[in-house]
């Protein structure tokens, strides 16, 4: 079992950065695959991005790509999301996901998919 916390969320402007955090206890880290959820004001969860077990395959989904990075440092357990050049339309409270997969595998955009979820950071972004 993983137990997720994601961490580094708050208030940031228009064209700022912040970096996400995403801390797995447990010893099978590195048998998962990570995304990235947000859920804005009154939407749908949607789908961020992912990355695979090594971090050698990622993808994004087409309203961050370009501006968010994912990355993983398996030795700490953690997984970064890297946000830059924010926008107030990324404000939403972000999740992240673990995924039993294969060694290159990586889950797709459905929120199905995942095995365990964190409680979520909260991003605001003024304009």
């Known amino acids: 079992q993983v137990q997720l916390v994601e961490s580094g969320g708050g208030l940031a402007q228009a064209g700022g950065s912040l970096r996400l955090s995403c801390t797995a206890s447990?010893?099978?880290?590195?048998?998962?695959?990570i995304g990235w959820f947000r859920q804005p004001p009154g939407k749908e969860r949607e789908f961020v991005g992912a990355?695979?077990?090594?971090?050698?395959?990622?993808y994004y989904a087409d309203s961050v790509k370009g501006r968010f990075t994912i990355s993983r440092d398996n030795a700490k357990n953690t997984v970064n999301l890297q946000m830059n050049m924010l926008k107030p339309e990324d404000t939403a409270v972000y999740y992240c996901?673990?995924?039993?997969?294969?060694?290159?595998?990586?889950?797709?955009?459905?929120?199905?998919?995942?095995?365990?979820w964190g409680q979520g950071t909260q991003v605001t972004v003024s304009s």
């Open positions: 996901a673990a995924a039993l997969t294969a060694v290159l595998g990586l889950p797709g955009r459905d929120r199905s998919e995942y095995d365990y």
């Open positions: 447990g010893r099978t880290f590195d048998r998962y695959a």
């Open positions: 990355i695979s077990r090594s971090g050698g395959r990622k």
